[in-house]
T-cell receptor, first 112, second 108 residues
Framework: DTAVSQTPKYLVTQMGNDKSIKCEQN?????MYWYKQDSKKFLKIMFS???????INETVPNRFSPKSPDKAHLNLHINSLELGDSAVYFC???????????FGPGTRLTVT | DAKTTQPTSMDCAEGRAANLPCNHS???????VYWYRQIHSQGPQYIIH???NNETNEMASLIITEDRKSSTLILPHATLRDTAVYYC?????????FGTGTRLAVRP
């Protein structure tokens, strides 16, 4: 009965590769987000989608492309991975008309 | 720029109340105060939010000063499982900007 789930939990890959992280929520929420937490533990928003429509797009390299096939899923595809992309990536969702966000367990990405 | 100021760390004894302060002196009239926490290696967890009235839920109480320039999160009976980093965030929408938070250590 996991509310917000992410796969994989850990991802180790080499520079230059392309990888995807998947996120699913079973809460019936309309809005979903991607956050990045770097090695200094700063947590920053990257994107948000509302009903499959992009709402927030922070200053993120265009190597990062979110894709929302339906309102329960928001996947993050990263092209040409760089060492600086190593971080923990969190997916979150929030209910319609409300702003509290519910976070997934995170995906630890390590680029070597 | 998180726009809130919190102590870097605090501690409290198990079973006692934990009072976590936050300064948001430049908060706008349409901005809410949100509190989240992050337990080690987990995703952030929503705790509570408020606009100007004090709020209470099953996890905590939120006391906002009348001028809204500061607030206090109260965990009434802290347990060891409340050890975490607590973030105070001000936001008028769904864009949350996390600062460095307060690292709360609950000691036995």
């Amino acid at each position: 009965d996991t509310a917000v789930s992410q796969t994989p939990k850990y991802l180790v890959t080499q520079m230059g590769n392309d990888k995807s992280i998947k996120c699913e929520q079973n809460l019936g929420h309309d809005t979903m987000y991607w956050y990045k937490q770097d090695s200094k533990k700063f947590l920053k928003i990257m994107f948000s989608y509302n009903n499959k429509e992009l709402i927030i797009n922070e200053t993120v390299p265009n190597r990062f492309s979110p894709k929302s096939p339906d309102k329960a899923h928001l996947n993050l595809h990263i092209n040409s991975l760089e060492l600086g992309d190593s971080a923990v990536y969190f997916c979150a969702s929030s209910p319609p008309g409300a702003y509290e966000q519910y976070f997934g367990p995170g995906t630890r990405l390590t680029v070597t | 720029d998180a726009k809130t100021t919190q102590p870097t760390s605090m501690d409290c004894a198990e079973g006692r109340a934990a009072n976590l302060p936050c300064n948001h002196s430049t908060i706008s009239g349409n901005e809410y105060v949100y509190w989240y926490r992050q337990i080690h290696s987990q995703g952030p967890q929503y705790i509570i939010h408020g606009l100007k009235n004090n709020e209470t839920n099953e996890m905590a109480s939120l006391i906002i000063t009348e001028d809204r320039k500061s607030s206090t999160l109260i965990l009434p009976h802290a347990t060891l499982r409340d050890t975490a980093v607590y973030y105070c965030i001000r936001s008028s929408g769904d864009k949350l900007t996390f600062g460095t938070g307060t690292r709360l250590a609950v000691r036995p």
